[in-house]
């Protein structure tokens, strides 16, 4: 059984760093094909994809946000961290991580975490 | 970027209803499109990969088709547990995006 869990402050104030932690189980981040992406959803507003990490610890990062995005893993802890800097109230979503999947002819987000609702306040 | 649209924003049906929802990419995207529901307090479920493949698990009243730059997500006979927010995804270049979203509700 996969599954994944977000876990991370609820609350930030502007200008600071957002980390997050993506705790997974059920596959390994080791197995080819397979990776962890960081999603987030602002309250009435569409999926934003921000940054994925693959089994060959390749990376890529939303082009707007590239700047202030870093991903790591720790296959040995089954982990994902994303820290998002600067953080602004506009920044106030619905995190989501989810796993990836690659075939030769598409990759998806097979599995979902629940999501983390983070507010960006003073 | 690959920016995706969907039409309809919203629409309304009843139940037992085709629905059909369209995606169009703005360039190729072959066939990596993705199709997701979306409830509120839930976490997306993928529906449809590879714009026509039925994701384990998934009804099969759930559909999908094209290639290219234009997409279909079909519901045969919508359910009341159909209604949700749906998003089509490319997975084509370097990073993915979604559509807007299309929200169906109850007429």
């Known amino acids: 059984q996969i599954t994944l869990k977000e876990s991370g402050p609820t609350l930030v104030k502007p200008t600071q760093t957002l980390t997050l932690t993506c705790t997974f189980s059920?596959?390994?981040?080791?197995?080819?094909?397979?990776?962890v992406g960081w999603i987030r959803q602002p309250p009435g507003k569409a999926l934003e994809c921000l940054a994925l990490i693959s089994w060959n610890d390749d990376k890529r990062f939303s082009p707007s946000l590239k700047s202030r995005l870093t991903i790591t893993k720790d296959t040995s802890k089954n982990q994902v961290v994303l820290t998002m800097t600067s953080m602004d109230p506009m920044d106030t979503a619905t995190y989501y991580c989810?796993?990836?999947?690659?075939?030769?002819?598409?990759?998806?987000?097979?599995?979902w975490g629940q999501g983390t609702l983070v507010t960006v306040s003073s | 970027d690959i920016q995706m649209t969907q039409s309809p924003s919203s629409l309304s049906a009843s139940v037992a209803d085709r629905v059909t929802i369209t995606c169009r990419a703005s360039q190729n995207i072959n066939t990596y499109l993705n199709w997701y529901q979306c409830k509120p307090g839930n976490a997306p479920k993928l529906l449809i990969y590879g714009a026509s493949n039925l994701h384990i698990g998934v009804p099969s009243r759930f559909g999908g088709s094209g290639s290219g730059t234009d997409f279909t997500l079909t519901i045969s006979s919508l359910q009341p547990e159909d209604f949700a927010t749906y998003y089509c995804q490319q997975t084509y270049n370097t990073l993915w995006t979604f559509g807007q979203g299309t929200k169906v509700e109850i007429k």
């Open positions: 059920g596959f390994s981040l080791s197995t080819s094909g397979v990776g």
């Open positions: 989810a796993r990836f999947d690659t075939l030769p002819t598409t990759s998806y987000f097979d599995y």
